[in-house]
């Protein structure tokens, strides 16, 4: 009977990984593909001859790198300000007591549940009156703190860092901004490893904001980019899913590094635990 229950679960396993990694085959495979034989019938389940025209095709059309280093450069600068700026909330929301502690948590939780999309008028306004609009950071500075990266460094400070810790480090002398940074960020680090990758991929995805606030070409990012390639009667989706390839691949990549580091923090708490 055990066995059989093993069977079944690398079955299920097996169909899970199967059914979560053809979109990115069926991805490379349209990418190497004309949009006449995307659109074939039976649909063609192999790779083909054109990746390397379509590529080619892609960055004839777009500014690709120049779009691509746009997009790293605001997405790593919203990153690391989101890891410093939420990690230091959630830190002091976990653990120290300050008068409305209770009360700014409840309204923090509650901007998680209002809609983005109705913040992007009076959000537009707010940058035009800084003068910020068209520039990065109109897209960096108001995307330097999230409410889920406060709850998430939250619950998980909650639980893992010892209070029992921190008090021997006041003992010791400790300050406020010492604890947090010599003995709170080595504990966090698996939360900050999915903190840092929830947010990356977040801002790189981003196509609504840069599109309403940016108006200059030479700034715009991957996603604003890549919707250029979008005809206005016709639309070659070859080139357009092979520039869509490009856009993934360092995603995929950064993915691999950072989950990589996630699971080795896991596994050395479990250790030291």
């Not at 003068?131 to 893992?160: C, D, H």
Request: aromatic share 18%.
């Amino acid at each position: 009977m055990l066995k059989w229950k093993s069977i079944l679960l690398h079955l299920g396993l097996i169909a899970g990984l199967i059914m979560s990694i053809f979109p990115f085959y069926w991805l490379l495979v349209m990418a190497t593909r004309t949009t006449s034989e995307i659109y074939s019938f039976p649909p063609k389940l192999w790779f083909g001859p054109h990746l390397f025209d379509n590529i080619a095709r892609v960055l004839s059309s777009i500014d690709f790198f120049g779009a691509f280093w746009n997009t790293l450069f605001v997405a790593s600068a919203c990153t690391l300000l989101v890891l410093f700026f939420d990690s230091l909330a959630g830190f002091t929301f976990a653990k120290f007591n300050f008068p409305g502690k209770k009360w700014l948590f409840v309204l923090l939780l509650a901007t998680m549940m209002v809609p983005a999309q109705l913040s992007l008028v009076p959000s537009f306004v707010i940058m035009a009156e800084f003068g910020w609009v068209g520039t990065y950071k109109a897209l960096i500075i108001p995307g330097m703190v999230n409410a889920f990266g406060i709850f998430w460094i939250r619950q998980y400070a909650q639980e893992s860092v010892p209070s029992e810790l921190l008090d021997a480090g006041k003992i010791d002398g400790c300050g406020f901004f010492r604890l947090y940074w010599n003995i709170s960020l080595p504990i966090l680090r698996p939360a900050l490893s999915f903190l840092a990758a929830f947010t990356f991929i977040g801002v790189w995805n981003d196509y609504l904001w840069p599109l309403i606030i940016l108006n200059d070409e030479n700034k715009f990012t991957l996603q604003v980019a890549l919707s250029s390639l979008n005809g206005i009667y016709t639309t070659d989706y070859s080139m357009v899913i092979a520039g869509t390839l490009l856009a993934v691949i360092p995603l995929i990549v950064m993915f691999l590094f950072i989950s990589k580091q996630f699971i080795s923090d896991i596994a050395a708490g479990a250790i030291k635990s």
